[in-house]
């Protein structure tokens, strides 16, 4: 089943709604109709949405500007996100591609009190009118004030210094100015993750919410700096200099009892299954251990894993990780013109990582 559904596409870039996301929606309409909810609340939480969308949109926009291929944007419940395709390493062009979402909102916060100037509405608001609350009907001037509140939180907290926040990544651009792009971004990390401890101090005082965000912030921080220098460390290495050159593989013929003896001979766990020279299946111990002793006579042709995810030899080690941690598989069959020329596992690039890391880094 479909996950996500299109429904429109903006600078060529299609944007598309989660099912989650979807859902969601209903369900705030169904509690809006039921009166839980005031209409009002609902359209405003639609409308927060799109915000996020042009939010999103921005960074994108600029991004392909900079010749970056961007994918699509998915809504989610929790937001939106952008597949992007790998940020270029240029501090300029990162700086303004990770500003340019939370200016978008400033800018609508913005143009909400010019709107307010206008209808010279600014002199029946009060503080809370900045704030959404569960009000049956609402007047112009209190929608453009609920508006401005919902965009100036959205653009001020995307603007905090911390990963995975828009902040983060700006402020690494800003560092990576006078240093190495590995060394900015563990200042960055750094910085994110004291800023952390500081907001559940803060949390601990006022509001728990605060914590949790606290959290998010340092995990975000973390899960940065660790990528960044992985891929910083794998800068160069192609899969042909690691993976495993001559392969053994399996017939799609071979009994899982059979494929289970050569596996304990050979201590391989993963196998790439040939069909008269033709590369037709992989086949890993997990697959094997889940068939039944009684059924073990059973070909590996059947129970193999069909669809694969495939690397070529001259592909850097980093993208292979990528493929490999994304999908959440093992190994990777490795096929240079039509044939199985060897096969590189996520071993094998931990093995890579572990022995670098024994070498001092810059
Ligand atoms: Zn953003």
Redesign the pocket.
Known sequence: MKSSFKIFRAFGIPVELHISFLLLMLFIYVIAFLGIISVYIAFLITLLFVTVVV??LS?SYIAKRYGVKVGKIVLLPIGGVSAMEEIPKDPDKELKI?AA??LANLLIAFACFIGLLIIGGVGSLTLESFFISNTPSADLSLFLANFLGVNLVLGLF?LLPAFP??GGRVLRAFFAKRMSYSKATKAAASVGKQFAILMVILGIFFNFILILIAIFIYLGADQEYKNVMISSKLEGIKVRDIMTKDVNTLTPDTSVSEALNTMFKQRHMGYPVEDHGELAGIVTFDDISKIPENQRDTPIGNIMTKKLILANPEEPAMNTLEKITKNNIGRLPVIENGNLVGIISKTDIMRVLEVLDTKPLE
């Open positions: 939010h999103e960074h990770a979402g939370p995307n926040m828009d």
